[in-house]
């Protein structure tokens, strides 16, 4: 299919993560505890400051855009400061940006409805730009509202987190990803297998944003997305492929386990940090004693650690293999 062809079929130029945001709280999927929460805030028109905290692709940032929305309808643009704390992290960025902004009297455009100031990746912020925005919050709290979105909430200094309402959102069920991408893939006219919706959501490990890049992609291929297409475009190794290397590692063939993971480091461009998460996600699915498992698991946190502080994937990985060669299991 040619890049023309490709654009034609079901809108595929436009960014689907864009395309499909939601636009009110009742279109934040997978979080009825939370949007509830927030919805009554907006109706009751008490809006506290808020802290949102959990992984990507959860909703964080739709569920802030979404308040604002429903606080200002078309005019939300206006009374909406957005900015990415890990871009813009240093003490200036409080004092210039968000202190002008909080400043600003919207009394007479907006009534008594308070601006909001939304921090993406919050726990980027230094220490002493963390200590600013805390006095800002306080100084300017008749008039402006803070959102706070972060990865690790024990990264936000507690005189923050006590201002703040704060939610924790997880990783999005397998039932709300499925629920989105066979909505996208109805309105864009892409056939989805049963298979292609397992491996999406598999691929997306409860991160919305990457089951619906994924969806995209696939859908590039060809009007049919199914298994193949799905982890070829996401450099996803299957499930029963990372099993099995681990399977003939435990097993005692470290030369067989050696070559599997070779295939898929090389032959198939997977990330050695990949194998660690899909290998962490599998290990309770590996028919193996418990022992064994929990032996699995602390050579799985042991690679991990050293990859992470710049040890070669490839070494640690074979090591990892090695070390349940060495133990073979029952």
């Known amino acids: 299919m040619s890049d023309a062809e490709a654009e034609s079929v079901g809108g595929r130029e436009d960014v689907w993560t864009e395309k499909y945001r939601p636009h009110t709280l009742d279109d934040v999927v997978g ?19 808020l802290l949102f905290a959990g992984p990507a692709g959860v909703g ?6 979404a308040i604002v929305k429903e606080l200002y309808g078309d005019n939300w643009e206006e009374n909406f400061l957005e900015l990415n704390a890990s871009d813009e992290r240093g003490i200036d960025v409080v004092r210039e940006k968000i202190k002008n902004f909080a400043s600003t009297d919207w009394s007479g455009r907006a009534g008594s409805k308070p601006s909001i100031i939304f921090l993406d990746e919050a726990d980027a912020l230094t220490s002493d730009a963390q200590s600013a925005l805390r006095r800002t919050m306080e100084q300017f709290s008749n008039n402006t509202r ?11 200094i507690d005189p923050i987190q006590s201002r703040c309402a704060v939610f924790r959102y997880a990783p999005l069920g397998d039932d709300a990803v499925e629920t989105q991408i066979r909505k996208i893939a109805d309105e864009e006219g892409i056939t989805l ?17 990457k089951a619906i890049n994924a969806l995209q992609a696939a859908a590039v291929m060809g009007e049919t997305v199914d298994e193949e297409t799905v982890f070829k475009i996401t450099a996803t190794a299957r499930p029963e492929e990372v099993q099995e290397m681990v399977q003939t590692a ?20 997977i990330a050695g940090g990949d194998i660690i998460d899909q290998l962490h996600r599998s290990v309770w699915d590996l028919e193996i004693e418990e022992e064994a498992a929990v032996r699995l698991m602390d050579r799985v946190g042991e690679a991990d650690y050293r990859i992470t502080q710049g040890a070669n994937e490839q070494v640690q990985l074979e090591a990892m293999l090695a070390s349940l060669a060495l133990e073979p299991g029952e």
């Open 193 to 209: 297998t049963q298979d292609g919706v397992d491996a999406l959501i598999y691929a997306a490990d409860g991160d919305m944003r």
């Open 60 to 65: 964080k940032t739709a569920s802030a855009v």
């Open 250 to 269: 435990i097993d005692g063939d470290f030369v067989a386990a050696r070559s599997q993971l070779r295939d898929l480091l090389i032959d198939k461009g």
């Open 146 to 156: 803070f959102i706070l979105s972060c990865n690790y909430s024990s990264k936000i």
């Open 31 to 49: 979080h009825d505890n939370i949007t509830d929460r927030l919805q009554s805030y907006i109706e009751r028109d008490d809006l506290p400051h």
